[in-house]
């Protein structure tokens, strides 16, 4: 039979529950695995312990689903600050063709590049050079782009900015979750593979008190 302890961990912990809490039920077991100095206040603490890991499973699928919900808002965020950039700056190339210098300034020649730091220094520096830019500014009003709507756009870059922080925050939260999870199930596995010997041990001459104690205790732990 395959080890309990090569269960996925959700049935694992169920397992482990139904296993302490039977123990904890019957009179015959507890005076069984007490034998081996398993008394009630140690058998009540491994199933604090079991509750533990539970919650703390709750808790980084939670803030998975908050990572997940971020990184969709940082998506988000980026498709509408780049299709706002991107009519900016079509206008802007065909309103200074004739200045490279400037183009260059806007950062509106050559390869955009992909990386976020860089698509963020990149907008950044467009929409700055022309809103500190009377000409330049007034020469986009001309062809329909407002200080406005620069204003508008740069914002939009920020929000991008605020977002991947929001982000960024919440996978370290998440991550932080899973190790504390991983943890804490590491330390359950640990006494469940110790108790279960034991009662394995302690329960060989009565099978029905063995199955009492449910499929954990059907398979080796050593």
Known sequence: MKSVFALPYKRRLRLFHVAITASLDHEAILSAVARYKYLPEELEAIRQHI????ELDRQQEQEHAEQLQASQVL??????????????AEVARGVFHDNPAFQVELRIVGQQDKALADWLAHRRAFYKNLLENPEALAK????????????DGLALVE????ADVRQEIEKA???DATEQKNK???????????????ARLA??????????LGEVVQTRTF
């Open 140 to 151: 986009m009003d001309r062809r329909g782009v407002t200080r406005a709507q620069l204003e």
């Open 203 to 212: 329960l060989k001459d009565n099978p029905q008190l063995m199955e009492v």
């Open 159 to 162: 929000a991008v900015d605020a």
């Open 173 to 175: 939260e998440a991550q």
């Open 51 to 54: 509750e533990c890991v539970q």
């Open 75 to 88: 998506e988000a965020a980026r498709e509408r600050a780049e299709e706002t950039y991107h009519e900016h």
């Open 184 to 198: 804490a199930l590491a330390e359950v596995d640990a006494e469940m593979r110790e108790y279960l010997h034991f």
